[in-house]
């Protein structure tokens, strides 16, 4: 069994989306058309925020807040920007690309997030802002944030590419902060058949600002208002999230439904199951053990693939060859011990109960 059948996923969809294809190719306009702005429109109510934009990937609806907010005069070049040092690379490529200082921070151990008792520590006069990854799609303690981010008055940029859909208490992610980027890469909860990504914020400035920066910095036709990039949303790609957005619910039920399994039926005593503080839309199912090479080669000889989310922490990197002395503990032991267990919205719960025996058994 494969880690993720991204060709089983689509084909749920293969008839509706060939249908939205073939519209978008019949109509002849193929870059900021109908469909970007309606999925901007979808994508924004399904959030509950004012705005919604439509970039050309993740990482670049995260690099488009922060040089928005460096428009606006709110960050600065060699800000920092705090945010947690087990994340995906793209977290902190978006910090450092746009020239601020990324500020790792130790996860908590239990639920891999960001550990909020770790932040106030760092913060220093330089600190402008703290990125909330809600990895593996469970979502960060935001209370506790919030109570940071206002007493230091610092912004919080959600990292939501791992958790479309998910809650917290009753708000969901992409309104938790000032603003939060989404990615739809293929394996992502909510994925385009190509790159892709999105802003959400109810901020108006940051909108007509990121707005302007995804397409040259035009605020209108040839005129430049700011120094911008290319990083639009597919008209076409637009087109096929409107149609895989209506089953992202659904997905996410299936998702939690394994995920529940899992959590009630994998007993071994090696094995360290995720914590959920919060709410979880189960991007992955990470466990956690001191054998994982064993576990890992055992589950590829019963045929299951499973993955580690990510094998090398970025402070590892060669990119970040600067770092590479720093110690953080609780991130490497992590990248020693996590393995990603199958978990999707087409899996079945007789798939999930023979992972669960093949784990309990050995
Ligand atoms: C996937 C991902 C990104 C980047 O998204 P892309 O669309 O691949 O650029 C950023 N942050 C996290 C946590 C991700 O998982």
């Not at 809600?134 to 230091?152: D, F, P, R």
């Not at 970040?320 to 992590?334: A, C, D, G, H, V």
Request: some cysteine.
């Amino acid at each position: 069994m494969l880690f993720l059948d991204l060709k089983k996923v689509n084909m749920q969809y293969k008839n509706a989306i060939l249908k939205v294809v073939e519209k978008v190719i019949d109509k002849g306009w193929y870059i900021l058309g109908e469909e970007v702005g309606k999925f901007e429109e979808e994508f924004a109510k399904y959030c509950d925020t004012k705005y919604a934009i439509g970039v050309g990937s993740g990482l670049d609806a995260l690099k488009l807040i922060i040089r928005g907010y460096k428009e606006l005069g709110v960050f600065k070049e060699g800000d920092d920007i705090i945010v947690p040092a087990n994340t995906y690379i793209a977290s902190i490529l978006a910090i450092s690309e746009e020239g601020l200082n990324p500020l790792l921070i130790e996860p908590r151990i239990d639920t891999y997030l960001i550990d909020p008792d770790k932040i106030e520590e760092k913060i220093t006069p330089k600190t402008k802002a703290i990125m909330a990854v809600h990895l593996y799609g469970q979502v960060c303690e935001m209370g506790k944030i919030h109570k940071i981010a206002k007493k230091y008055n610092l912004k919080i940029i959600e990292d939501s590419a791992q958790a479309h859909g998910a809650y917290y208490k009753n708000k969901k992610v992409g309104n938790l902060g000032d603003a939060s980027g989404f990615s739809f890469y293929p394996a992502k909860n909510l994925g385009a058949l190509g790159d892709g990504g999105a802003v959400t914020t109810n901020d108006e400035r940051l909108a007509e600002v990121i707005k302007a920066l995804r397409n040259y910095g035009s605020d209108k036709k040839y005129h430049y208002i700011y120094k911008g990039y290319n990083s639009r949303l597919d008209e076409i790609q637009a087109a096929m999230l409107r149609v895989k957005l209506k089953y992202l619910d659904k997905e996410n039920k299936k998702r939690k439904e394994i995920a529940k399994y899992y959590l009630e039926n994998i007993k071994n005593e090696k094995i360290v199951l995720p914590k959920i503080v919060t709410d979880s839309v189960w991007h992955l199912f990470v466990i956690r053990t001191k054998e994982r090479g064993k576990l890992q080669k055992y589950l590829a000889e019963n045929n299951i693939q499973a993955l580690i989310h990510y094998p090398i922490p970025p402070h590892k990197q060669k990119a970040y060859k600067e770092w590479n002395s720093l110690s953080f503990p609780i991130t490497e032991k992590l990248s020693n011990e996590i393995l990603s267990l199958p978990i999707s919205g087409i899996m079945s719960l007789e798939e999930a109960k023979r992972i669960t025996d093949l784990i309990n058994k050995v």
